[in-house]
């Protein structure tokens, strides 16, 4: 089930806390960076940031035509964006970057898509994975709501636990919250 395209407000609670998580974990100051959105639709959060760091490079992936139609036309004065249709899980995806962020785009894969994700993307990102998504706050797998994942579980049971560590901030918006899953802010950082 995939969500359908959708056109993007500038004003909206979960877009500022989703921009206000990114502005409190991603270091500006620094010269020139590479982040890379997975499921990022028409571009809007990595515009945010383009806009004000002419220096650093933004590479959005979706795999939905439509979406990266419109993020191409609406940022083709950017040269500091790139846009690319594919699925997170094509193996042809180069994933060198600072930064990886998702907001609710691993939801759509399943668990062992997602081992597979970490597996490909973890090796190559340099600073952090910043993951707005419904997760499992129960150790009951099988009672999970069909969408969460137990990220923090995913996450120990990969390699890379002795190069990052794994926080996660549950949100407090009541209609993310049911049966054992919750809306979270999760960041793996590089130790
Ligand atoms: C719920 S929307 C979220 C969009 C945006 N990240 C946001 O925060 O508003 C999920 C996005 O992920 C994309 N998506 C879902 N599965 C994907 C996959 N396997 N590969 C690439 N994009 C995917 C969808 O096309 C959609 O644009």
Redesign the pocket.
Known sequence: M??K??K?ENEGQ??SF?LDFLQKNIDTNLPDQHII??????G??LGQFANQLPTWKFTG????TQ?IETALEKYKNMPNMDFIC?????DTIEWDCDYL?????????NYD?IKLFFQRTLPKIKSKLLL?EVISVSDKTENLHYFAHPIKSIFEQSDFMNEFTIDIELLDYEHWISDGAAGAAVSIVRK
Not at 61 to 64: A, P, S, T, V, Y
Not at 86 to 90: A, H, M, N, P, R
Not at 101 to 109: A, F, Q, V
């Open positions: 995939f969500w395209f959708r993007f979960i877009d989703y959105e997975v499921g990022c639709s028409d809007y959060t992936i979706d795999l939905q979406a594919k699925s997170i899980l094509d962020l998702s907001r609710t785009t691993l939801i759509y894969l898509e707005i």
